[in-house]
């Protein structure tokens, strides 16, 4: 069974990956890989030009946006304009996959998606997104 889980029919989250996880992802149909977990969080972490590096050589593209402690508006803008330059899925990962749901989430609320129906999608995807709401507005 795949870590990744599907946020949509078009964007997967995961738990930190690994190098050799990138051949499934694109198996998988993934052509954008995001990396939402900052370097150095925790021992033995995979770094991100690791990861970086094995989607290049499988000709995947692949975005930083590290959340170290909080959401920002230039980090939900950087999602949202990840996601609407790729027109293949996306795969995001941070170090649980819940960083990673979050952004996706705050993405699509402010694109308009009704947060009920982004909150299902987490849910649906084993993520509790209920801080959507307060997120949003912390934005601005």
Known sequence: MSKFRPLSAT?????????????????????????NRPDGEEAGQ???AEIEAAAKTLGLDCVAIPIASSFDAASVDAM????AD??????AYCR???R???LWALAQARDGVPLDTVKQA???AGYDLSRVDGLLGQLG
């Open 86 to 91: 790729n027109a293949g899925k996306t795969l």
């Open 122 to 124: 987490g849910a649906d």
């Open 11 to 35: 964007v997967f989250v995961s738990p930190q990956i690994a190098p050799a996880d990138i051949a499934e992802a694109k198996a998988q149909g993934v052509t954008l890989v995001i990396n």
């Open 80 to 83: 949202r304009n990840a996601l």
């Open 96 to 98: 649980s996959g819940t």
């Open 100 to 102: 990673s749901a979050h």
């Open 46 to 48: 995979v770094p991100g």
